[in-house]
Nanobody, 124 residues
Framework: QVQLVESGGGLVQAGGSLRLSCAAS????????VGWFRQSPGEDLEFVAA????????YYANSVNGRFALSRDNAKNTVYLQMSSLIPDDTATYYC?????????????????WGQGTRVTVPS
């Protein structure tokens, strides 16, 4: 059974940093694409970043490019989303997702497995 567990969310002041973790069980994470999405109340799910399983190439939404960075620790079967220079618009619940199918990394429908989400709050 595949499980993804996010952690690392919290409240941080604008300009601060957080590192989110997505730990996987039941799969070898290095073979999977891993995406991060976020959702604010009343808003649609938004693509944040993705890491390709085959070549570890990374992709970022324009809104976070240069501020967020993905990394993978295969020994821990974990993917990290390092978030820096946080702004109030980054406030959301963040979800990690995984897939081993080919497709558009920025579309949530590619991903078959999802975590429960972790909340990030950046007060204005």
């Amino acid at each position: 059974q595949v499980q993804l567990v996010e952690s690392g969310g919290g409240l941080v002041q604008a300009g601060g940093s957080l590192r989110l973790s997505c730990a996987a069980s039941g799969v070898t994470f290095s073979n999977y694409h891993v995406g991060w999405f976020r959702q604010s109340p009343g808003e649609d799910l938004e693509f944040v970043a993705a890491l390709r399983g085959n070549n570890s190439r990374t992709y970022y939404a324009n809104s976070v490019n240069g501020r967020f960075a993905l990394s993978r620790d295969n020994a821990k079967n974990t993917v990290y989303l390092q978030m820096s220079s946080l702004i109030p618009d980054d406030t959301a619940t963040y979800y990690c997702a995984a897939s081993n199918r080919p497709g558009s990394y920025y579309r949530d429908r590619l991903y078959d497995y999802w975590g429960q989400g972790t909340r990030v709050t950046v007060p204005s």
